[in-house]
């Protein structure tokens, strides 16, 4: 058979085929951000490229740190920092080149004196210093002792010209007018300075300037004009460069890793390395092996076509894999001991062999297709959805903030941290979606993961927007928002984990456990505070939509964490823009929403009225199987007040204690809360502080014999004018009246 028929080597040209198509695949679906910098942000200044952490501005820099300014000066564009001129900044191996002065030492025959230009370089208080392997302390004299000094170290060489040993271009050894000298690692100050004693007055004719520079080694090459003219300082228009080092932040690896929020190799495939240089601790980014790129921006670690240009596999076919490459033996040929050999004949004579093997090629040839599709349809829709939910909105604000601890998280991570979504990591089903535990990777937190089922385009658009505004929410009742992941079609929320279970299953569970008034109040009081926060303090109010006992969740000391906001809506900030679509739960949605559609801060009250009942009466809200009057705990709840029989619903367990009035209260505040009229609930924030009072009198009984302080502690955030319900006002009225008169 001539080789040219061979169905395998039909097999390496669709294998050849199939790699191109991967290649060129991976390549388009890169597009979201720009080679090296950040979305938005420009990426070159005249012929400079900018790399990101460095940008220009300070939304565009990874700190303040890195912020560069592009501007033109007559004609020239250049590229600025602080003050000093930046020439090009290189991300793989973390280097600077910026320009500096020219210290000089010359004799000025015209006046007779020796004149100074001596120039510093001042970089404390930055993450850049001095690279001791890319620069040299460089001296030119016939009579000169330069030195670069700071308070603590001086270092420098002495330049002269010795009689009968003539210059040579590109030597520079000490003794033929050049010295060079090597900086102390990890220098950020310098100064140069000239010994005085030594200096040109007596050899001025032949040489009239000593010059001292700390520069670029590589840019520097010794020419024995610099002696006698001042063609040195000509040659660099008075400014040489000078390769800096920097560090993206200064702690070392490990401990930049123990916070996510600001570590910054955040592509994939990056890695993260210790700087070297004196005591200039931090640590940089970089690819990791196999992968070339940005380590700093998001996907910016590309894979290495090893492939591409030497055939690493010499005459053999090298297949590219992410972060390696791999050899197979070109067709005729097969592999034994890791060495390629020649088919041997008996096995071409044989065209039954021949074609099955042609039809495994095709089955192979068929699954390769069928995977880079699938992959490629799968990156760009991950993509899509990214930008879809307005993540480069949200990944650009986040950036900026400082101190913030919210994460735009992959899907894989997600993925790894819940066990591939497990059945058996699930917390819970709720109305908009599953909660899944997940176990972070890399600094081991636990998470709560949810997934939900959809969303509708409104939101869509407007998910990364508000991601901004929860991410932002920040109360120690409030279960905390972590972050995201945007690249699947329904975005996922990533929680604190809260570990003792949820209100609904402390007051309902089967757990034996009594639970105190005081527990129950205390519990009310840091939800309700919660609430009142996100209708008042937060930046922008935020209804929470769904308040109902399943999302209290309990920390260990019984300490409430409100959940699931998350799913809530933003509250209208103009009268024009309804809220609708909110789904509420059976038994705790306020009636009066379900007639106007229109969601309040006061339909949270509602909602939370419905908890403090059910923290009274231990009993669930909505029961389909009771007989009618009973199916709806607010109902039942309202009659029992109406009819003066609160007793016979309370809980057994709070029955017993000597509490009466304070339960009385509580059921009080929980009718006002109940109240039919949105308008006469009170707002979130009189619920807490009525609350906090009642909680005061429970637990300082001493203040019955002191009734001016007791009245002082109760009447304190009283303000007549913003209480919605005069109904509401007697209640405070007669909590203090029933301390006073003593119980
Ligand atoms: C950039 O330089 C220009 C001109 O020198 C100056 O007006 C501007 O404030 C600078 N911007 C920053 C961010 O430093
Ligand atoms: C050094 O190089 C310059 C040109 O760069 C040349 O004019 C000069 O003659 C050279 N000197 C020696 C000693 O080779
Ligand atoms: C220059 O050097 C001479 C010695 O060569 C010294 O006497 C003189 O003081 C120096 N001049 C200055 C200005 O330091
Ligand atoms: C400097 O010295 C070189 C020889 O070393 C000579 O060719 C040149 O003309 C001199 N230049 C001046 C300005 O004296
Ligand atoms: C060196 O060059 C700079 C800029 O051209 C100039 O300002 C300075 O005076 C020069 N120094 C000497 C000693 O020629
Ligand atoms: C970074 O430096 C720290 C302290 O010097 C050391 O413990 C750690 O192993 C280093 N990490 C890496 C990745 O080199
Ligand atoms: C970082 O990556 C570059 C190539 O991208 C490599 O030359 C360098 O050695 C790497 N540095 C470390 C510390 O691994
Ligand atoms: C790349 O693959 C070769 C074998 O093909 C293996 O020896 C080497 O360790 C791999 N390198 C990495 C970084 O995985
Ligand atoms: C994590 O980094 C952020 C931003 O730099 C900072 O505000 C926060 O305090 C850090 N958290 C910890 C636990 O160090």
Known sequence: MKPGCSPLLLSGHLLLLCLTAICVLAAAADDVWPAGQRPGCPAKCGDIDIPFPFGLGEQCAFHNGFNLNCTTVDGATKLIWGNIEVTRVSVPDGKAWMVTGISWQCYFPSTRTVDYDKVWLDLTNTDFWISEVDNAITVIGCKALAYMTSSTYVIGCSSTCTDGVSLNNNTCDGA????????????QYYEGYFNELYNTTEIWKDSPCNYMAVMEKEAFSFKTSYVNSTVFNDTYKGKVPVVLNWRIQPQTCEIAQTNMSSYACISRDSECVNTTGGNMLGYRCNCSHGYE????????????????????????????????????????????NGVCVPKTSHFQSMPIVGASIGFVVLVIFVACACLIRERTTLENMKQNYFR??????????????????????????????????????VLGHGGHGTVYKGLLKGNAVEVAVKKCKTIDDQHKKEFGKEMVILAQINHRNIVKLLGCCLEVEVPMLVYEFVPNGTLFHLIHGNHGQCVSLATRLGIAIESADALAYLHSSASIPILHGDVKTPNILLDGNHSAKVSDFGA????????????????????????????????????????????LVELLTGKIPFNLDAPEKEKSLAMMFMSAMKENRLADI???????????????????????????????????KEVTEKLDGLMKVMRHPWAQQNPEEMEGLLS??????????AEFFSIEKKAINAMQSGR
Not at 391 to 414: A, D, H, P, Q, Y
Not at 595 to 609: A, E, H, I, N
């Open 388 to 425: 879809q939910h307005g993540g480069v909105i949200l990944f650009n604000e986040m950036r900026s903030k400082e101190g913030n601890t919210f994460k735009i998280f992959r899907e894989e991570e997600l993925k790894q941290a819940t066990d591939n979504f497990s059945e058996k990591n």
């Open 568 to 611: 809530s809506i933003l509250a209208p900030t103009d009268e024009s823009q309804f809220v609708t679509l909110v789904q509420g739960t059976c038994g705790y949605l306020d009636p009066e929403y379900m007639q106007t559609c229109y969601l309040t801060d006061k339909s949270d009250v509602y909602s939370f009225g419905v908890v």
């Open 176 to 187: 033929r007018g050049c010295c060079q000298a090597d900086v102390p690692k990890g220098v």
């Open 650 to 684: 309370l809980d057994d367990q709070i029955k017993g204690e000597d509490n009466v009035e304070i339960i009385e209260e509580i059921a009080e505040l929980a009718k006002v809360c109940l109240d039919m009229c949105g308008d006469n609930r009170p707002s979130m």
């Open 293 to 336: 790129g940005n380590p700093y921006i998001m996907n910016g670690c590309q894979d290495i076509d090893e492939c591409a240009n030497a055939n690493p596999c010499g005459l053999e076919i090298c297949q590219n894999t992410p972060g390696n490459f791999s050899c197979s033996c070109r067709p005729g040929y097969y592999e034994t």
């Open 716 to 725: 304190e955030p009283m303000d007549n004018s913003t209480i919605g319900s």
